[in-house]
């Protein structure tokens, strides 16, 4: 009888989410406002934390949305290291023929993974952890290849 009425005035979770995100807006405008210390901007940073995490815990997300934000992710820094060499193709040093070969490596295995994301999107199949996990898996052995001195 006493956990019913324990649980009788617990919030809900969406009580929980709006709480959390109401503080969040009224610390941010202490945060914003002249004179803000340190501490109020680190409660700022604590209250939004905990925002997120009661909001994924409310609209939890499913593993094919978790691969995709990795691999996305992935597929960013790609870009960027990308458009960096761009220009490097004809270089003769030696570090910089180095990076060009893992780049390629690299978006070998974007496309392997692309390939793979959208078979799995279109058979609407449920095995988004698995290719979470393999391709955490593939991207772990690229980078014993790549950069063994790191793993000795």
């Known amino acids: 009888m006493n956990a019913n009425k324990i649980n009788a ?3 809900s979770l969406q009580e929980k989410v709006s ?6 807006e009224a610390q941010k405008q202490i945060a914003d ?7 109020d901007e680190q409660k700022l940073k604590e209250l939004g934390s905990r925002a997120g995490e009661l909001e994924a815990e409310l609209h939890p997300s499913s593993a094919i949305d978790e691969f995709n934000e990795v691999f996305a992710g992935y597929k960013d820094l790609y870009a960027i290291e990308s ?23 690299k978006g070998a295995l974007i496309a392997q993974f692309e390939n793979q994301a ?3 999107t279109l058979s609407k199949s449920d095995a988004g952890e698995s ?17 063994p001195e790191q793993y000795e």
Do not use: C, H, W
């Open 19 to 24: 709480y959390a995100n109401e503080s969040y």
């Open 118 to 120: 959208q078979s799995q």
């Open 9 to 11: 005035n617990s919030p």
């Open 131 to 147: 290719l979470l996990d393999q391709f955490m898996e593939a991207t772990s052995e690229l980078n014993k290849e790549l950069y």
């Open 33 to 39: 406002a002249p004179g803000a210390t340190t501490a």
């Open 83 to 105: 458009a960096y060499y761009a220009d490097q193709q004809n270089s003769e040093d030696p570090a910089v023929q180095r990076v060009l070969i893992e780049l390629e490596k």
